[in-house]
């Protein structure tokens, strides 16, 4: 992993809890991989969603992207972000 990366990560979470910020980063991307397999078996079944739904999908990842890398969110007046509000717990 580059060095750059190793210390986003134990700025955001301190040395103690990087294990486990890489595990369930992990499981997040398995849990990517498995729906992704899954999307493929079922549009070999069914075909194709229509271009509808396809840029429906698309706008609500691009909006997922934008909150996650912050371009959208905008401070409350508690001081927490749009973001904030949607982290795991």
Do not use: C, H
């Not at 509808?52 to 691009?62: L, P, S």
């Not at 959208?72 to 927490?80: D, H, K, Q, T």
């Amino acid at each position: 992993m580059p060095a750059g990366r190793i210390a986003a990560v134990k700025a955001r979470v301190g040395a103690r809890g990087f294990s486990a910020y890489i595990s369930a980063a992990v499981e997040r991307q398995i849990q990517r991989d498995l729906l992704e397999e899954s999307l493929r078996e079922r549009e070999a079944e069914i075909g194709r969603p229509s271009p509808e739904v396809q840029n429906w999908t698309a706008e609500i990842f691009q909006e997922a992207e934008d909150l996650a890398r912050g371009s959208r969110a905008e401070p409350s007046p508690e001081g927490a972000t749009e973001w904030d509000a949607r982290k795991a717990s």
